[in-house]
């Protein structure tokens, strides 16, 4: 897949998630995810207005919010329609099956209801999947496996990632891709959506563990598909849709690069 379109690879997929995204990138020409990692609805729904042209795909921590209501999701799925992206919250989940379902379906924030995409640790063991898949497959939901991790002396290496590889493959109508720094299978006949985070054009790291590398050292180099930016994009004294458009334009330049070499 590595020097295939965006749009050739949505027959790959029978999930609908992984369609859908892989259809919005070829048509919107942009690889980039927002990480909107704000804490204030206002602020939320004000770099989500502003960054909406930009990207394929708004990644969310809805539980950072101090104070979340349905009326933050109902604004947030008017600007999925508005500008045409996808949502993916980033929920990291970690527990037993059982546990997950809920963690998924229930609670405050019933993520399946409203995210497209969300994420898990391969950590419990298969489970883990079943138990999201459960709940979020029949609603044309998708998975992404942490395969690896972008912070410094991450454990997720080695034999860990290749289990995360493993499993995704028993699991192919709802896992779709990984969390990892570079594509982890290089093998035409499989196919998974690999979306890294990490990407700064500006720093190389934060005070707590963060390492960032380029859009184009991600894409180019390393075979990933999608860049995911946080405090690139709003990070102090920074106007948002200048420093999207910026990441955008690194990111789908670094796919283009990728295509012709
Ligand atoms: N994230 C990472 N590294 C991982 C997995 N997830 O940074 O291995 C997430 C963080 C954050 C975003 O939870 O939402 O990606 C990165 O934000 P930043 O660009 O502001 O560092």
């Known amino acids: 897949s590595i020097s295939k379109k965006y749009g050739e690879r949505?027959?790959?997929?029978?999930?609908?998630?992984?369609?859908?995204?892989?259809?919005?990138?070829?048509?919107?020409?942009t690889n980039l995810s927002l990480a909107l990692d704000?804490?204030?609805?206002?602020?939320?729904?004000?770099?989500?207005?502003?960054?909406?042209?930009?990207?394929?795909?708004?990644?969310?921590?809805?539980?950072i919010l101090v104070d979340f209501d349905q009326d933050l999701i109902d604004q947030l799925k008017e600007l999925r329609a508005k500008h045409d992206f996808?949502?993916?919250?980033?929920?990291?989940?970690?527990?037993?099956?059982?546990?997950?379902?809920?963690?998924?379906?229930?609670?405050?924030?019933?993520?399946?209801?409203?995210?497209?995409?969300?994420?898990?640790?391969?950590?419990?063991?298969?489970?883990?999947?079943?138990?999201?898949?459960?709940?979020?497959?029949?609603?044309?939901?998708?998975?992404?496996l942490l395969a690896e991790m972008s912070s410094k002396g991450s454990l997720a290496t080695?034999?860990?990632?290749?289990?995360?590889?493993?499993?995704?493959?028993?699991?192919?109508?709802?896992?779709i891709g990984f969390i990892a720094g570079r594509k982890l299978i290089c093998n035409d006949d499989e196919d998974f959506i690999v979306m890294s985070p990490g990407v700064g054009l500006d720093a190389s790291k934060d005070?707590?563990?963060?390492?960032?590398?380029?859009?184009?050292?991600?894409?180019?180099?390393?075979?990933?598909?999608?860049?995911?930016?946080?405090?690139?994009i709003y990070g102090k004294d920074k106007d948002v849709a200048t420093e999207a458009q910026r990441y955008r334009d690194a990111g789908w330049n670094a796919y283009l690069e990728r295509l012709t070499n």
């Not at 790959?12 to 048509?27: G, Q, V, W």
């Not at 207005?49 to 795909?57: F, S």
């Not at 079943?130 to 029949?138: D, F, H, I």
């Open 86 to 144: 996808l949502i993916f919250e980033d929920r990291k989940f970690a527990d037993i099956g059982n546990t997950v379902k809920y963690q998924y379906s229930k609670g405050i924030y019933k993520i399946v209801e409203w995210a497209d995409i969300t994420n898990a640790h391969p950590l419990p063991g298969d489970g883990i999947v079943s138990g999201l898949k459960e709940v979020g497959l029949s609603l044309g939901r998708g998975l992404l």
């Open 207 to 232: 005070g707590l563990g963060q390492q960032y590398k380029t859009p184009r050292s991600v894409i180019f180099e390393n075979g990933s598909d999608i860049i995911i930016v946080g405090r690139g």
């Open 38 to 63: 704000v804490t204030t609805k206002r602020e939320f729904l004000e770099i989500a207005d502003k960054v909406g042209p930009y990207i394929c795909l708004l990644k969310t921590h809805i539980d």
């Open 158 to 175: 080695g034999a860990y990632t290749e289990a995360a590889i493993e499993m995704a493959r028993r699991h192919k109508d709802f896992v």
């Open 10 to 29: 949505v027959e790959n997929f029978s999930n609908k998630a992984a369609r859908e995204l892989l259809s919005l990138i070829e048509r919107k020409k």
